[in-house]
């Protein structure tokens, strides 16, 4: 994407919908090319026609981990920088599902000596880079959109391990029912992370209180720090919240 349609998403993520005729205004070119640029976002998923603009997509759910990847990318890459600051050298580090949790895995490049377990192949992928990491690529099925593997053997090779700091997204919050997501496996994924895990650091943008996934994976108490780029919609007791700048992206 071009530096014009990470604004547009922006845009769209803080007020909504979003006027061809505003968004010439703003960037004072011809409607045309917004159109263009509107175009390519639809085609990707990332945002949705309607009548004279662009609003957000009906069902971000079903974006596949590139798309999703770019959606409030500014927040997730604080976030990220943020959450691997926590973490020390030479720690042993559970990686989990999301594209949040790649962007941690991108800070800690900078670290040294450290133990990655992970099912998250653009984790490994990023670790590729690393001169000093040792990392563990967990068993399981390819799931090709995603990014990732799971199943049963992903669970048992977590087990099989004990780290300093597991780190986790979530598919939605509630401040009623915790850590929530789309799909039973996912759950259970960062179930297992959460139980290996000494520390448990949940990574998650302010956008994840607007989804409502039917699959619990814990409640807070479950989360030693949470850090995001908003404060939850109410307090929760015990944990430990680190709040970034909302950055755009």
């Known amino acids: 994407m071009n530096d014009r349609q990470r604004t547009i998403l922006d845009l769209i993520r803080q ?3 979003q006027s061809i005729t505003d968004l010439s205004q703003h960037f004072d070119v011809a409607t045309q090319t917004i159109r263009r640029d509107i175009n390519a976002l639809c085609d990707e998923g990332l945002a949705r026609r309607v009548h004279g603009g662009v609003v957000a997509p009906s069902n971000p759910v079903n974006l ?27 720690a042993t580090v559970m990686l989990g599902i999301g594209t949040t949790v790649q962007y941690v895995a991108e800070a800690l490049l900078e670290h040294s000596d ?28 390819l ?19 004990r ?6 997204g979530a598919g939605g919050l ?17 179930r297992m992370i959460l139980q290996q895990s000494r520390q448990s650091l949940l990574v998650a943008d302010a956008e994840k209180w607007k989804t409502s996934p039917k699959f619990q994976v814990a ?7 949470m850090v995001t780029n ?6 929760i007791d015990g944990l430990a919240l680190h709040q970034v700048a909302d950055h755009a992206t």
């Open 15 to 17: 007020s909504g919908l």
């Open 174 to 190: 509630s401040a009623e029912f915790g850590l929530l997501d789309f799909k039973p496996i996912d759950a259970d994924v960062s």
């Open 64 to 90: 596949n981990f590139r798309s999703r990847r770019v959606m409030n990318e500014g927040a997730k890459r604080a976030i990220g920088q943020a959450a691997a600051q926590m973490i020390p050298q030479g």
């Open 219 to 225: 409640g807070f108490d479950r989360i030693d720090t």
């Open 143 to 161: 799931r090709p959109e995603d990014r990732d593997v799971v199943g049963g053997q992903t669970l048992l090779d977590y087990q099989r391990f």
């Open 163 to 168: 780290a300093d700091f597991g780190v986790i």
């Open 114 to 141: 450290l133990t990655v377990v992970t099912n998250n192949l653009e984790v490994a992928t990023i670790f590729c880079g690393s001169v000093s990491a040792e990392v563990h690529f967990t068993a399981g099925v």
């Open 230 to 235: 908003a404060v939850p919609p109410r307090a």
